[in-house]
């Protein structure tokens, strides 16, 4: 089964104006897995340069519809999302990543679109109505536009991506944690290695310094297996001081 036949995710593009721009769009779906799109009165006749980049892409480029309207692009869906900054009364406007998460969840109950405008106007007053809500890619305010094929790039990737996290199979049970007095034999083991090396010499700075070492373990929340093999680890140099006065054995 294909991406597409799981999440029928639509990208429909309004008036777009630029061959490449096609190109590489439809190489950009076919990246996330999606091929279902449409454009809307296109203004290009040579698509030459959109064959040159839809590389590996020929057969999504190939596969666009070209519905003669938004309405007739989009009748059959239950969610639109128009990609525009501008603030309108009782729309949300929502973040790409919130979209890809919203597009995936809606599409299991019918097919949902996402629309762009074209590349030097963006969608009309009366495309952007016909959208049940907006999105926009927050860019820096220096340089607020960004190319066409790069926005759906970018709108395509967060659908796979959130489409990635809704089908991933659930974790496996956790290994077994280690135990707070497990944790804390690892501690006095290793402090006591450390007294009989001579790293410590002060008892009081020495006890906070082996609460420091030991603070990225306890952070790591150890498991079980880690814990005992710090413990033999830690045994291990052990045997290479003398008897007297070396590290105190372990009782486990």
Request: aromatic share 4%; glycine share 6%; proline share 8%.
């Amino acid at each position: 089964m294909t991406f597409l036949e799981v999440v029928p995710v639509r990208f429909v593009l309004m008036r777009p104006r630029n061959a490449e721009n096609l190109g590489a769009a439809a190489r950009a779906l076919k990246n996330c897995g999606l091929s279902d799109w449409a454009w809307v009165t296109p203004e290009v006749e040579d698509l030459g340069p959109a064959h040159r980049l839809a590389v590996h892409a020929e057969d999504v480029l190939g596969g666009v519809k070209r519905p003669a309207s938004l309405d007739a692009a989009v009748s059959d869906c239950v969610w639109v999302v128009g990609t525009s900054s501008r603030k309108v009364e009782g729309k949300r406007r929502l973040s790409p990543r919130a979209v890809g998460e919203e597009l995936v969840a809606r599409a299991k109950q019918g097919p949902v679109a996402l629309v762009f405008g074209d590349e030097r106007s963006g969608l009309t007053n009366a495309e952007v109505e016909r959208c049940h809500d907006l999105s926009a890619v927050p860019t820096a305010p220096e340089q607020p536009s960004i190319n066409l094929a790069q926005a759906v790039l970018l709108y395509a990737y967060e659908v796979r991506m959130a489409h990635l996290a809704d089908t991933a199979p659930p974790p496996g049970p956790l290994p077994l944690a280690a135990t707070d007095a497990e944790l804390a034999r690892v501690e006095s083991t290793l402090e006591a290695l450390l007294t009989t090396g001579g790293f410590l010499v002060d008892e009081q700075p020495g006890r906070t310094a082996v609460r420091d070492l030991v603070a990225p373990l306890r952070r790591s929340r150890l498991t079980r297996n880690e814990a005992r093999l710090w413990l033999a680890a830690l045994h291990t140099v052990r045997k290479h001081f003398p008897q007297e006065g070396g590290p105190p054995e372990d009782d486990t």
